[in-house]
């Protein structure tokens, strides 16, 4: 009975002129499957789409789809939002191609989408020359970078009414792969991941510009990839993927707020945590491992579950307090309010909901879609 309330309180739709608190982007990949190890474009062939979904009231609801590309390479939350939620931004780093529909090769798209209308509208594809693997805006909203992990380099976007246009980039240590980049609250300055070279570097930022070199550069693990600021406690988490080798991969706790800023708490939450992200009081951590089951069934490490994985911020260390299994292929997994959490299994083709009950995971209904398995996630500021 318990699990049916809750799931009443999240999921029905929300009464006439409740006020919009949230949107949730879900981009669903529709361009890849595992065949073994391997991701593969299926044999029907279906466009990518992003799913809009309001939080409104506590309730979340379909809002609208619009056909545009995604990719499941890069860091899942890769959808950026604007703080008005008018945009939304989705970069895709590789996808199909008309002269070669049964492969997968590197694509350079960024869909900027309005959200102002009664539905999701195309106001631009911009071609960035670069594969992006993640979007992330300042602030404001008025700039943007997005990373590209195969060229060591991110692309610095100004943003104007509806559209996008490319202001500059920078260039990064050969071999670096910046991956992630988070803005940080003291509005100066942002962090930015750094796989190849296993280090998460802080840059200052001066609005419309980033400084070429980090004032600041902090290990935590092994191919650090995906980054989250924890509201305003100073704390950040970091998702320290690995090298999918069956070994227990880690999270790390970051505190912005010391002199210097640095790591200062790291714990194993199995292998290859995909995404991670704070509960926006900054009390709770969620993260999705693949946890193996993205590799060969023949293989001895092999695990058909992913797992969602709740963590504490406790006296300045990080507690795992819950866990929980999903899909294969996990890839993000997001605070939609401070309460509710979804989860991506590319392979089942649906995003898993928990109600977090203090220290505890309590499953609700997924929501399976029938294009393509969701890949990306994306959530609007504030």
Not at 157 to 162: E, H, N, S
Not at 172 to 188: E, I, M, Q, T, Y
Request: net charge neutral; hydrophobic share 45%; glycine share 8%.
């Amino acid at each position: 009975m318990l699990n049916r309330i809750i799931l009443a309180s999240c999921l029905l739709a929300a009464s006439p002129g409740a006020a919009q608190e949230t949107i949730l982007a879900v981009g669903l990949e529709a361009d890849a499957r595992l065949v073994g190890s391997d991701a593969v474009p299926p044999e029907r062939i279906m466009p990518d789409q992003v799913v809009f979904f309001d939080l409104v009231s506590g309730s979340l609801r379909r809002s609208g789809t619009i056909d545009v590309p995604v990719s499941f390479q890069g860091p899942p939350a890769s959808i950026a939002i604007t703080p008005d939620r008018r945009l939304a931004f989705v970069p895709a780093a590789n996808g199909r191609v008309a002269d070669a529909p049964r492969t997968l090769v590197p694509i350079d798209t960024l869909s900027i989408i309005d959200l102002s209308g009664d539905a999701p509208r195309l106001v631009q594809t911009l071609r960035l020359g670069l594969a992006g693997t993640s979007a992330t805006l300042s602030p404001d909203g008025a700039m943007m970078i997005v990373t590209h992990a195969d060229d060591d380099s991110a692309t610095i976007l100004r943003v104007a009414g509806k559209r996008a246009e490319i202001a500059s980039r920078l260039r990064f240590d050969k071999g670096s792969r910046p991956l992630a980049v988070a803005f940080l609250p003291d509005g100066r300055s942002l962090a930015i991941t750094f796989a190849g070279s296993n280090r998460v570097a802080l840059f200052r930022w001066h609005g419309t510009e980033i400084e070429p070199r980090p004032f600041r550069e902090i290990s935590t693990g092994l191919y650090p990839a995906s980054i989250a600021v924890c509201g305003n406690t100073g704390y950040a988490v970091v998702g320290n993927y690995g090298t999918v080798s069956g070994d227990r991969d880690t999270i790390s706790l970051i505190d912005l707020r010391a002199e210097p800023a640095r790591a200062i708490d790291t714990v194993s939450v199995g292998p290859s945590p995909e995404g991670v992200d704070c509960s926006a009081d900054g009390g709770f951590v969620v993260t999705a491992n693949q946890n193996m089951s993205t590799i060969d069934r023949a293989d001895p490490r092999y695990s058909p579950d992913s797992e969602v994985v709740l963590l504490a911020i406790r006296d300045r260390r990080l507690v795992v307090v819950d866990r929980a299994k999903i899909g294969a292929w996990a890839q993000g997994a997001m605070f939609v309010s401070s309460d509710l959490i979804v989860a991506e299994s590319i392979e089942d083709r649906r995003l898993h909901l928990f109600k977090r009950m203090n220290d505890r995971l309590v499953r609700l209904s997924p929501i399976t879609f029938e294009n393509g398995g969701p890949a990306t996630l994306g959530r609007s500021p504030g």
